[in-house]
């Protein structure tokens, strides 16, 4: 194994990521085609080649108010991690919050029954920013099971270039006050910033130096774009802090691979790419 990958989007045909407007709006941006009409064997097969252990994200924005339907997805996707435990090490669980109460029972079978690795909380998704009171109960919830929470950062590719943004705001993805309030209003949640942080990246070194209980990654983004002063503190002061995560299909292993080992010191490539990620998730290898 050459890395634990903590975020690897679901490309199976039973829970694309993305509809396909939005597969076609992102795929143009980001400039290549995605693909998410595999079937388990390709997905987990896509894992092997790439020698990656993967915890992997399901779809979150369609799916607000349908709790049936957000629990057939869920149950199909512990039937695939149950297929593919070699190179599936679980699922991240995406409960909308307007699903209330419904939503907060939802994650706790994910989190007891299914063993999914922890809550994903993208605000542009559900429109909830991350440190709203609404999602007080994810939190104590997570708290309690000992599972992290990641939480959306940064630019994104979604809604880029339409009308508006497709209505994203991007604000609500800014590490101060946001991600930062969380941290510092649930000190026993091991918080996670999840995808590359420009250009709010200087905000989050500060909350990562400040906030023992958080950590990063910077999924979605080739390496060689990601800001030097985020790769400066990942060789340096953030070198514990730091974990590997692809975004596949966004970004190839290939490339993430090639560009990451020429950024990264020697010294801490094994931190990033897996060492660290067994240790704040309690993963035996």
Request: charged share 25%; net charge neutral; with cysteine.
């Amino acid at each position: 194994m050459k890395a634990i990958d903590i975020q690897v989007q679901n490309t199976a045909k039973w829970g694309p990521l993305l509809n396909p407007e939005q597969t076609e709006q992102i795929g143009k941006y980001l400039g290549t085609k995605l693909n998410y009409n595999m079937t388990d064997d390709e997905m987990a097969k896509v894992l092997r080649d790439a020698d990656v252990k993967a915890m992997i994200l399901l779809p979150t924005s369609d799916i607000r108010e349908d709790i049936g339907r957000v629990k057939e997805l869920h149950d199909r996707a512990a039937e695939c991690q149950k297929k593919n435990p070699d190179v599936i090490l679980g699922y991240w669980a995406t409960v909308n919050p307007h699903l209330g109460y419904k939503g907060i029972r939802e994650l706790d079978r994910c989190i007891r029954d299914l063993k999914f690795v922890g809550y994903y909380h993208i605000t542009l998704a559900s429109g909830v920013p991350m440190n709203d009171p609404r999602m007080n109960h994810v939190y104590d919830l997570c708290s309690e099971a000992k599972v992290p929470v990641k939480l959306n950062i940064g630019h994104t590719a979604g809604g880029a270039g339409l009308p508006g943004g497709g209505g994203f705001r991007l604000n609500f993805e800014q590490p101060i006050p946001f991600f930062d309030d969380v941290c510092a209003a649930f000190p026993n949640l091991t918080c996670i910033s999840g995808h590359c942080p420009w250009p709010w990246h200087n905000e989050l070194i500060s909350v990562l130096l400040h906030k023992g209980n958080a950590f990063a990654e910077n999924h979605g983004w080739a390496p060689k774009y990601v800001p030097e002063e985020i790769k400066k503190e990942m060789n340096g002061r953030l070198q514990d802090k730091y974990m590997f995560a692809s975004d596949y299909p966004f970004v190839s292993h290939e490339r993430v691979f090639k560009e990451w080992d020429a950024e990264l010191k020697p010294e801490v490539r094994e931190k990033i790419y897996w060492k660290n990620a067994a240790r704040i998730f309690r993963i035996k290898l």
